[in-house]
Every structure is written in C-alpha cells, then in structure tokens.
C-alpha cells in the first residue's frame, strides 16, 4: 500500500505515516540531525532551513523530530517543541516564548501546563511575560534533563513582520547564551534579518538549503507514491513541469497515476482546474499591489527584469523592483542573477503559472500548448515505434544519398526501444528494399558508433530538404533526432537559421533554444523550455561524441 500523503500539511500524517512517506531528502535529513548531535557544549549551534513553498521543509524539520523521538540516545537528551506553520499570535519575545509553552502544554497533554499557560496570559507586562515564560521552559528543561529544541516554521515571516529589530536581538541573546535552547527552523529562502550583517540573526543559523529534487529522486517519490515502476525519462516532464516541487509531483501523482505521458499532458488543464483552490489561495494571500505585480510577471512567463514588470503591470518601476524584492523574500519569485548586477524574475512554483495563463485565457495559451506538446512529443516512449514506422517509409522514398540520415535517426530511435516486440515489427513493416540498406543496429538490435563522413549536405538548399518535416510533426522525436545530428556535424547555425524561419518556429521553441545554447548564444525563455533544451544539448553532444569516436576508429 502506498504510504499516505498531505499535499499541503505533513503535520496531519501520524509519525509513522511521515517516516514511511519520507523517501527523498534522506541526505538532507543527516545534515540536519547531524548538527542536532553535535549541541553538547555551553551554546548550540542553530539551522534555518530554506526552500519555496511545497520544497519539503516541513516535512524535512517533522522528520527531524520523529527521528528524535524514535533514537534511544536523542530521545535522551532532547526534547523537541513543535509550533504550529505560522504562529500568527506573536509579536513580542515574551509572547514567543508564551506560544512554546502552549505547545509544550498541547504536546503533555498536561493539565498543569495548561494552567502556566493560562496564568502567564494573565501577564501584561511585557518584560515580566518574557522572563517568567522562558523560566518555566528552563524548569522544565531541567526536570526532563533535557534540551529543547524549538521548531519554528516561517521564520522570514516571524522576524520580517510580526517581530520588531530590538525583539529580534532579545531573542537572540537568549538563543546565543541559553545552552538548553536550539531553534530549528524554515523559511522560503535566506531573508534580511539573516543575511543583513546589521540585524540580530546574522550569522547565528546555519543554513540548509533545500533543492529541488533531481530526476532520480522525483522517481523514487513517484514509485513510492503509485506503487508502480516508472522510468527515469517518462519522469523528466514530470520533474520540467513541477520544478522538481514534492508537492506538486504528488498533486500530478495523485492524478495521473496510470495514464500515459501524452494523456497526462493532455490533461493538464483539468489537472489545474481540481486544484485550483490550492493555487488560487496562493494569489489571495498577497496584498493588492504586490498582486498586481505577481500576476504580470506570470503573465510574461519566461524571466524577466522589473522595467518589463513595470510595463506590463502600468506601475511605477522602482515600485515594481521593490515589490519583487518582496516577493522575492516570501519565495513567490525567484531572483535569477545576471552578469553585470542585473536580476530577471519568474514565478517561483511553475505549476502556479501556467495555472494562472490558463486561468485567465480560459484554457492554455498557443506557448503553453506549444511546449507542452512538444514535452510529450519528446519524452513519450510509446510513440517511438510508430515514429520509426514512418521514418522508414520516408526512407524508402527519399533519394539514395539521403538515406544514411533517416536509417541513422531510425537507430537511434531502436536504441530507445526495449522490447524485442516493438523492434520486430518495426523491421517486419519496413517497405521492401528498404532492408538492405538498413544499418547494422536495424539489423542486429545493436547499437554502434555512426560515421556520416562527408555525406552530410552543405547547402542551404539540401539542409532544407532534410528538415522539411520539421514543419508536418512539430511534436515528432524524429525532428529532434535529426536536428541534433546535423548540430553534431557542425551544421548547427544552419539548421536554427532553417528551423527560425519554418512557419513551426513557435512549436519548436525548446529545439530552438537548444541550438541557441549548443551554440553558445544567450537564450531567454522559461525555465520549463530551458530544462528542455538542456536535454537536447545533451542528445546534440552525445552524437558529436560518438561521430568522433567511429571517425577516430580503425579504418
């Protein structure tokens, strides 16, 4: 049975739920109860960890906490105190220290910590509050003969906005000096009051940043989530689509759990549309002007600087430039530096924007459609053996000198077909003739290097008539195949040239940005296009090698 999951809350899952559902961020996990283990001393050392929304930062300090409760020698010298995600009620150190013994006295269960609790509510002197509640959570460190470790969520929000700067040093005299207190804590990325040298935190957190998750730990997630295999590149669109978001992948997981990729894909917009409460509070917990400025950039799509905001949002553009700042902080926005000092933004959960592009066009734009097309077209394996069908058709049809191209993109095509099956009725529909011309790979089911020698055309006019298919099946892996075996062959300026003034330029968008950074050009587009393109680079740079490879070889 698959372990069950909170897509939004990992606090709901009993701790046996989340230990059985924490299948990635392992490494992380051990960093973090790595520092735990190594506060012995007369102070401790304190870790924030950072991470946009749905990255896994609750799950990671919840885990932290199991972990301690469950290790006979962690349980025996700490004693974790969990607050809630926001802790909305502070705004003063004695009221800081008031929410831990409200937590304290929910996690006992304790009649007689209710009644502390209740009594310093009675408080009204600040100062007095302060004091009287961090002496009973030192009392009762004591009596357990333990230290504490307070878990603190949202921390860019306690200090940024509910604490004031002198709250913030009185609470860190108390962290610094009082070797029973470690703060664990989270945050959507590094904030001022942590990286300003001036303010009160600086330097006082060690900081773990949480990445998002690669290709292989977004399958290990997915086969946890399903129960069923999936293969590394069925998750890669997956991984481009959520921005490696464990959130997110759940979402889809949950939804798409035995379609195929181009279902899944095709369905995408009823995927947005169930969850459109999810998203939608994201967008209405954001003040007006701020709002305003969040949807103009997800409006753009693809990174973009503050004049551009500034534009689109008809605001003033140092006003814009602060606001994303803002933004930036909360980690709504992502800030992309740039050679020179200068800083593009985009929408930091991916899935947010193309819900709202489609939100507000009633259904996806032409780009959104576009890419996520050629998503499917790219890295759906059932569509190869049909894709090779036709190639060799085209094959037969094609002039004798034309043909090392098709027979070559064919075997990579069947290098990427994995039951004999598939690759036996590709070769036993092959049109007659077609059979003798057919490589070595074709034949045998054996990939081998490949040496197009001086059979590559040079003119613009031939190069036109190898992609002229670019233009029938945007969508087609074959076009990639064939776009990056001319790339490798050193003919990569020519073939963009082509593909830019094809009339399917704007389904191509990722074949184009590809060639833009094999070439060493500077490409702008959106990070979903990019990851993309990054994979065809790869595929451009793998021909290159093993053209080099047959060419070096014995003759």
Request: with cysteine.
């Amino acid at each position: 049975m698959a372990p069950r999951t909170m897509k939004t809350n990992p606090a709901f899952l009993t701790e046996q739920e989340l230990v059985d559902s924490f299948v990635v961020r392992r490494a992380d996990l051990q960093l973090v109860m790595q520092a735990v283990r190594e506060n012995t001393g007369p102070s401790n050392q304190h870790v924030l960890v950072t991470g946009p929304r749905g990255i896994g930062k609750t799950a990671l300090v919840l885990r932290v906490v199991a972990e301690i409760r469950r290790d006979p020698e962690l349980n025996r010298h700490w004693y974790p105190i969990v607050f809630a995600e926001e802790s909305y009620q502070v705004s003063t150190p004695g009221e800081f220290w008031l929410e831990a013994i409200f937590h304290l006295a929910r996690q006992t269960d304790s009649q007689e910590w209710r009644a502390v609790h209740t009594d310093l509510l009675n408080e009204s002197d600040e100062d007095r509050l302060r004091e009287r509640a961090l002496a009973q959570l030192m009392d009762f460190a004591d009596a357990q003969r333990k230290r504490i470790l307070l878990v603190v969520e949202n921390l860019n929000m306690l200090l940024g906005e509910q604490l004031s700067d002198n709250d913030a040093w009185t609470i860190r005299h108390a962290l610094l000096n009082e070797p029973r207190l470690m703060l664990l804590a989270s945050a959507t990325q590094r904030f001022e009051e942590i990286a300003n040298h001036g303010k009160a935190m600086f330097e006082l957190l060690k900081t773990y940043e949480l990445r998002p998750l690669n290709t292989r730990e977004c399958t290990t997630l997915w086969r946890a989530l399903t129960e069923s295999e999936i293969t590394e590149s069925r998750v890669r669109p997956i991984e481009i689509l959520t921005g490696g978001n464990p959130r997110l992948i759940c979402i889809i997981a949950s939804f798409g759990t035995r379609k195929s990729l181009r279902q899944l894909m095709t369905d995408l917009t009823h995927l947005v549309d169930e969850h459109t409460e999810y998203f939608k509070s994201y967008l209405d917990g954001l003040a007006a002007s701020e709002r305003k400025v969040f949807v103009s950039l997800a409006e753009i799509w693809e990174p973009a600087t503050a004049r551009e905001v500034a534009f689109a949002a008809r605001l003033d553009v140092n006003k814009t430039s602060a606001f994303l700042k803002r933004l930036a902080e909360r980690g709504a926005v992502s800030a992309i530096h740039q050679p020179g000092g200068k800083r593009l933004y985009q929408v930091a959960e991916r899935m947010y924007n193309i819900y709202y592009l489609m939100r507000r066009r009633g259904g996806p734009s032409s780009r959104i459609r576009a890419a996520v097309n050629f998503i499917a077209g790219m890295y759906a394996p059932e569509e190869l053996p049909p894709i090779a069908d036709e190639l060799l058709r085209e094959a037969c049809n094609s002039r004798a000198g034309e043909r090392d191209e098709y027979h070559h993109a064919v075997e990579m095509l069947l290098s990427r077909v994995t039951d004999d099956e598939s690759r036996r009725r590709i070769l036993g529909t092959a049109p007659p003739g077609i059979g003798k011309d057919t490589p070595h790979l074709v034949r045998e089911g054996r990939e081998e290097g490949y040496s197009p020698g001086g059979k590559h055309r040079e003119t613009q006019e031939e190069l036109r008539d190898s992609i002229g298919q670019l233009d029938q099946d945007p969508t087609c892996a074959i076009s990639i195949e064939l776009a990056a075996g001319f790339a490798a062959a050193g003919h990569g300026r020519e073939v963009l040239d082509l593909i830019q003034a094809s009339p399917s330029a704007p389904f191509l968008e990722p074949l184009i940005v590809a060639l833009q950074m094999y070439l060493g050009e500077p490409v702008k587009a959106p990070v979903e296009i990019v990851e993309v393109a990054k994979d065809i680079v790869k595929r451009i740079e793998l021909r290159r090698e093993r053209m080099a490879t047959a060419n070096n070889g014995p003759h």
